[in-house]
């Protein structure tokens, strides 16, 4: 990271230097102090050079995650030699200079420098391919053993193939992830290569009956109405954590081969409409749409809906992958089970369920930058102590909608829904810092669902004395003192996940706490925490923007919690005066000050917050 001297430089030439070098969120940790002053007495100012770095493309530093199971790869030399080819690569196509398609991606991307386009396998699938020079695919999603080929030298292109919906694996993710039978499940991969339902249901060998009867439910389960929308759900936690494509007509027509209008209307198929839905929308005529749909069936080489659906996933998927500053391959397994509901208004509400289904239900709720998954030695402590970990993602954060109305209505609702989809009756409560308004919520709203309750470090309601000192408490009373600021800063830090920047805001805000420093030390901690926020923001930023809105607009404890009782907990570092006045009508409440102890609490000390758990 380039040094600096923050004292040669006003707060917003400070800014204005790191975000042209790409560290815009390190901006605001060397001019905080300058920055908290101006956001109290000149907030106008402030806003106008926050909007200002989110609109720069200097401070676009996405990162995305890819499943390595959905990807291939290849390098050729400028000649067309072929120097390195991963298994899946091979299996899929063979040789690159076998295939005419890959040939002229290779010749367009010696032009051009970066090409998108559809390759067709040796099974005659048509798939999402690029091809890059070498030095423009510093963060494209590959192996190291493609990375160390470039790193050779000479003038040579990178070929990536993108088709996630080939591996069977993802595809069993998905359907059990929507909570479907395995009948269900089975058909719903079938019809990801399948021209029909009849297909499809031979392939799996059971009657169209059976077949249609199976498809209905799944698509009730996963919210769809029709197969090809049941294909967009799946596909969507098939191609992993991403933004969107910033332009998904112009990347359908630079893939595609189609028009313009063609694109506006495959795209706009491709997000669940009818040619009808889609005609009304592009204020044209149905039989104009059905032609260029027709069109694009025909230059994609496919002809069933729902396989251009899955194309133009893939595309898309692709395209923001290729356009991002780092794309991270992997096929993380966080030991989970992640599940998805339906909820009112058509919302999709993630969770993970750690099981076993015998322990006793307990909520987990994630933090204001942490996501739905849980280390394993915290998981194993919970499990060991007979207790079901279960972590709901709360509105707008990572694979769950943003909320329709009130950001803490919402999130009650959903985790009702989730107990209801569970036929869980009762559940305890665990919510740690900017999730316990969330957690309070339900806890007030559906009182007889909950047995007790345990706070960990909880964010105090905005009316009470603030606490001095530190980066996210000065955030806080900033947003506090001037609500307009956490969108644009939330929308800022959205767009800076790229993983060196992530390690670094980490450690700056985890600096002044031993324990929590030593945490980040562990094996893996660091890369678990980089990963769980990047995923939480990849898609939105709504979720912690609309939560400390709720707190800015006055949020206080809400009276009618339910639970017999409630344990605030609370790391001795961060412990503050007042903490007895502030939580001290919850039912039956009683606290505890973890020595040593700081903000990650879960991760620093998992036997001991298994242990209070247990006994809180």
């Not at 070498?134 to 088709?163: H, I, K, N, Q, Y």
């Not at 498809?215 to 933004?243: T, Y």
Request: charged fraction near 25%; glycine fraction near 8%.
């Amino acid at each position: 990271m380039p040094s600096l001297k923050t004292a040669e430089r006003s707060w917003p030439e400070t800014l204005a230097y790191r975000t042209a070098e790409g560290w815009p969120t390190q901006a605001l940790f060397d001019a905080w102090p300058s920055l908290e002053t101006t956001a109290l007495h000149e907030p106008e100012r402030l806003a106008v050079v926050l909007s200002e770095i989110v609109a720069s493309p200097a401070a676009a530093a996405f990162a995305t995650h890819a499943p390595a199971s959905g990807l291939v790869s290849a390098v050729v030399s400028a000649d067309g030699q072929t120097l390195y080819t991963d298994r899946g690569f091979r299996d899929w196509f063979g040789v690159p200079s076998d295939t005419p398609a890959f040939r002229r991606l290779i010749r367009l991307a010696l032009k051009n420098g970066q090409v998108s386009g559809l390759v067709e396998a040796r099974d005659g699938d048509a798939i999402a391919c690029c091809a890059g020079l070498a030095e423009m695919t510093a963060g494209w999603p590959m192996p190291e053993a493609c990375r160390t080929m470039l790193r050779d030298g000479g003038r040579r292109v990178v070929l990536l193939g993108f088709s996630p919906s080939r591996s069977s694996e993802l595809t069993q993710r998905a359907a059990e992830a929507y909570g479907l039978t395995p009948l269900e499940a089975r058909l719903a991969e079938a019809l990801l290569d399948s021209p029909n339902l009849e297909a499809a249901a031979a392939q799996i060998g059971v009657g169209r009956e059976t077949a249609r009867e199976a498809l209905k439910k799944a698509m009730r389960k996963a919210g769809a109405k029709r197969s090809p929308e049941l294909v967009r759900k799946m596909m969507d936690l098939i191609c992993g954590d991403h933004p969107p494509s910033p332009d998904i007509e112009a990347t359908l027509a630079a893939s595609f081969g189609a028009t313009p209008a063609e694109s506006r209307a495959a795209a706009a198929f491709a997000r669940g409409l009818t040619a009808r839905e889609v005609a009304a929308d592009l204020g044209v005529k149905e039989a104009t749409v059905r032609g260029q749909l027709k069109a694009v069936f025909a230059k994609t080489g496919v002809n069933k809906a729902k396989d251009l659906v899955r194309l133009s996933v893939e595309t898309s998927s692709l395209a923001a992958m290729i356009s991002n500053a780092e794309s991270v391959v992997s096929d993380h397994d966080p030991g989970g089970r992640l599940r998805v509901l339906v909820a009112p208004g058509e919302r999709r509400v993630a969770f993970t369920d750690y099981g076993p289904r015998s322990g006793q239900a307990l909520f987990v709720l994630h933090g204001q930058a942490t996501g739905r998954n849980l280390t394993r030695p915290f998981v194993a402590a919970l499990q060991a102590k007979g207790f079901r970990p279960i972590v709901p993602q709360r509105p707008g954060f990572g694979l769950t909608d943003p909320a329709i109305g009130d950001i803490l209505e919402t999130a009650a609702a959903d985790m009702a829904a989730i107990l209801d989809a569970l036929k869980i009756p009762r559940v305890i409560m665990l919510a740690r810092d900017g999730a316990v308004a969330a957690g309070l919520t339900f806890a007030a709203r559906y009182p007889l669902r909950v047995i007790r309750g345990i706070v960990v470090n909880g964010k105090w309601p905005a009316h009470e004395r603030l606490a001095a000192g530190g980066m996210m408490n000065s955030i806080f009373r900033a947003f506090l003192a001037n609500p307009d600021l956490i969108g644009v800063f939330s929308e800022m830090l959205r767009r800076q996940t790229r993983s060196d920047l992530v390690r670094t805001t980490l450690r700056n805000s985890l600096k002044d706490n031993l324990a929590d420093r030593e945490a980040l030390e562990q094996p893996g901690i660091l890369d678990y925490m980089v990963r769980e926020a990047q995923a939480m923001s990849a898609r939105s930023c709504r979720g912690f923007a609309d939560e400390h809105a709720a707190y800015a607009r006055g949020w206080r404890v809400p009276e009618g919690i339910g639970g017999e009782r409630w344990l605030v907990v609370e790391g001795a570092t961060l412990a503050l005066e007042g903490v007895e006045r502030v939580f001290g009508d919850l039912p039956n409440a009683s606290f505890v000050k973890m020595p040593r102890a700081g903000l990650m609490l879960y991760i620093s000390h998992p036997r001991e917050m298994a242990e209070l758990v247990a006994t809180g």
